[in-house]
C-alpha cells in the first residue's frame, strides 16, 4: 500500500489547536517556510514546515520558560507528528 500523502500543515489549524488549548489573551501564529526553502525539514509545497509563535497565556502564570514551551508543543504534537518541522515560540 502506498504511503498516505498528509497535506501540509496550516498556520490557521495551529492557531486554532492553541486557541482551544491554551486560552491566550495574545496569539498570533506565523508561517515561515518559504524563508526556509532548501534547508533541512523543508518540503516542496513551501509551507507548512517552519513556524513563529507568539503567545501570551493565564496557564503560563508561575512557570518556567520551558514548562510554558512545553504546554504549546503539547497541545501542537498533532501538527508535529505531520511534518512541522520548526516552531519558535515567542512567549508574550
Known amino acids: 500500500m502506498p504511503p498516505t ?3 501540509p500543515v496550516s498556520a490557521q489549524a495551529m492557531q ?3 486557541q482551544q488549548a491554551l486560552a491566550p ?3 498570533e501564529v ?3 517556510s518559504a524563508a526556509h526553502a532548501g534547508h533541512s ?3 516542496e509545497a513551501g509551507f507548512g514546515s517552519h513556524f513563529r509563535v ?4 493565564p496557564l503560563f502564570t508561575g512557570r518556567t520558560r520551558v514548562a510554558q514551551h512545553r504546554l504549546v508543543y503539547d ?3 498533532e501538527f508535529i507528528d505531520q511534518g512541522a518541522h520548526a516552531i519558535a515560540i ?3
Open 16 to 18: 486554532q489547536r492553541l
Open 90 to 92: 515567542e512567549v508574550l
Open 54 to 57: 507568539r503567545i501570551s497565556s
Open 5 to 7: 500523502k498528509v497535506a
Open 41 to 43: 525539514g523543508a518540503n
Open 25 to 27: 489573551t495574545q496569539l
Open 75 to 77: 497541545a501542537l504534537q
Open 30 to 32: 506565523l508561517d515561515e
